[in-house]
């Protein structure tokens, strides 16, 4: 075989061994409110790393769960801690007022990202990745705690359930389709302008034609597309490097 059918199937190899699925594990993590169920995805080697929560939706993650653990596998590919939470109680999974319920778990998302941030492995930066109620959540969250570094929101709005006027904003990445009808891109665009006014750096992708929900489905373009942007954010923002 030639050298140069050699090394490139020794590329091809290595590349694909990098990427290669990484398995979730299920724990518990402390917040004040209560015990956390999360899914940890843990980024290969030992070095410092950031970390990164996911915030689920209405329906939380079980809908389209594999394809969240595939989500999550490829952040902690790029060096990134990745986490399923599960920020329901036992209370909330029989039902819930989101605007109630809203402040306690923003503040669980911030127990959790201290938490975090506080391990030995840990390069003392966490972000925040949040889907649709989950979104919502992660722009509230943030307000709040200037210590997260980093938000990528999807199809989420400004954080209008909080019981605070917001100050700050960290960097943001918005996702929004524009065939969106259970939240408009509208909302998308307002957190946008908002977190702009304050100072922050924002970054919104807009994709015509696209409906409520792609994020989840990275097999499709547009949501391929999206998770390709957030790990290049995340890894930006956060300083990640991905394993050797």
């Known amino acids: 075989m030639k050298r140069a059918a050699l ?6 190899w290595s590349t694909a061994a990098a990427a290669a699925e990484i398995a979730g594990k299920d724990m518990r993590l402390p917040a004040t409110e209560r015990q956390v169920r999360v899914t940890y ?11 990164a929560l996911l ?19 490829t952040l902690a590919n790029a060096g990134i801690d990745a986490y399923l939470v599960y920020y329901y109680s036992a209370d909330d999974e029989a039902g819930y007022d ?12 911030d127990d959790l990202a201290d938490h975090l941030r506080a391990q030995p492995q840990s390069n003392g930066k966490v972000g925040l990745v949040g889907f649709s109620n989950g979104g919502i ?5 943030v307000a709040l705690d200037p210590n997260i570094s980093a938000a990528v929101i999807y199809y989420g709005t400004p954080p209008w359930p909080l019981q605070e006027p917001v100050r700050r904003y960290p ?6 389709g524009d065939a969106d009808a259970v939240i408009s891109v509208s909302a998308g665009r307002e957190l946008a302008r908002s977190a702009q006014a304050l ?3 924002v970054d919104l992708v807009i994709y015509p034609g696209e409906a409520h929900g792609f994020g989840s489905n990275i097999a499709g373009r547009n949501g391929a597309d999206a998770l390709k942007r957030t790990t290049a954010f995340l890894q930006r923002q956060l300083g990640a490097n991905p394993p050797p």
């Open 137 to 141: 959540l992660a722009s509230g969250a």
């Open 7 to 12: 090394l490139g199937l020794m590329l091809l």
């Open 171 to 176: 960097p943001l990445l918005i996702l929004h």
């Open 55 to 73: 915030l689920h939706g209405a329906g939380g993650f079980d809908r389209r769960l594999k394809d969240y653990f595939a989500y999550a596998s």
């Open 98 to 109: 989101f605007a109630a319920r809203y402040p306690a778990w923003a503040r669980l998302v």
């Open 41 to 51: 995805f843990h980024a290969p080697g030992e070095a410092k790393r950031p970390a």
């Open 199 to 201: 100072g922050a750096s």
